[in-house]
């Protein structure tokens, strides 16, 4: 009972000690599956994402890979093309002193589809040596958002890291173990946006300016994270942070004079502070919350679950997450699994059509 108590005040103290930070994205279907309360289960050569403090704990040798995106994401893809080409047209047809033209494909630009449109693709590739982790991770949102009345914009924002993580267990406690575990993330991104306003009939009178403009910037830098595992019989405590430091230098990239430059992006990385608690319960199940503190924004609460079956060799998941007290803002999630000798077969999704597939291998 003792050292119950002591794990809830280490969780508790957890809580009010994470500084605040914004949110990050999902990869894993395992992870996801549990709504993303993953940061004191993580076992895998997701570590290098989730927690790198459970590095030391992760087995010999594993590897994985993961892909997450949109279920309707070829379609949703489609629609940001058409509206990236109709701007680039209306731009290089008024430049081509070709006024109606470029009238004709701005007023199609502007009538495409009245809802705001996003994609989202997630890939993650690592492989983990003992207390050692190499991998990469790879991200693109892309979004088509109405601005106003006659006025729309297609923001995107890739980026790729190159990860290499480093494990160590820290003592051995009477009371548990504790490990701890850091990356060094090579980075490379990119921000893309382009935006249309309608306006009253294109003529050698029209600026360029009236009605569109463009601007793309590329990066690179490097980030680092830091994490903790602290374990205790079924129970466990994570404590991840992503980007506690990090450095971007942008480079502006200009195209003939149609780049009109914004305001730039930020030069540091969004950092992500996840506390999580675990507990192992009898009959092959596990039970899980994790908290995360945004910089701007509301609070984001996960829970999860998972249950093993047939000797472990099916795991079914399920979980939820939601930012702030706002129910409306609540996603649910669900997954499946099949435990082979040689790793797993994963699969997840939630009630926004967001959907990842996972493969684990175990050397």
Known sequence: ??????????????????????????????????????????????????????????????GMLDLGFDLNFEENYELLDDFDNYASEAAQYFIDEDYNLAESYLSDGIALYEEDVSSQINALATLNLGRMGVGFIINEDRELIKLGEGEKEINSFSRIEVVLGLGSDVMELPFGNLSFGTNLKGVAANSFRTALKDVEGIDDNTDLTDFFYEEEYFAYGYAVDAGLLYQLNRVSVG??????????????????????????????????????????????????????????GDNIYRLGAEKNIFRNSLSFRAGAYQQGGDEANRIYTAGFGMNLAVGSLNIAADSEDYGTLTAVFKF
């Open 1 to 62: 009972m003792k050292r119950i108590l002591i794990s809830t005040l280490i969780v508790l103290l957890s809580f009010v000690l994470a500084p605040s930070v914004l949110a990050a994205q999902n990869v894993s279907s395992r992870g996801y599956g549990m709504g993303g309360a993953y940061t004191a289960v993580v076992n895998d050569a997701s570590v290098l994402y989730w927690n790198p403090g459970a590095l030391a704990r992760s087995g010999s040798f594993g």
């Open 239 to 296: 404590i991840n942070g992503r980007n506690i430091v990090s450095d971007l230098n942008w480079d502006l990239e200009s195209d003939e004079g149609w780049t009109i430059s914004q305001e730039e992006p930020r030069d540091t990385l969004a950092q992500t502070v996840a506390v999580g608690t675990a507990i192992r319960l009898p009959l092959s199940t596990i039970l899980a919350f994790d908290l995360e503190i945004p910089e701007e």
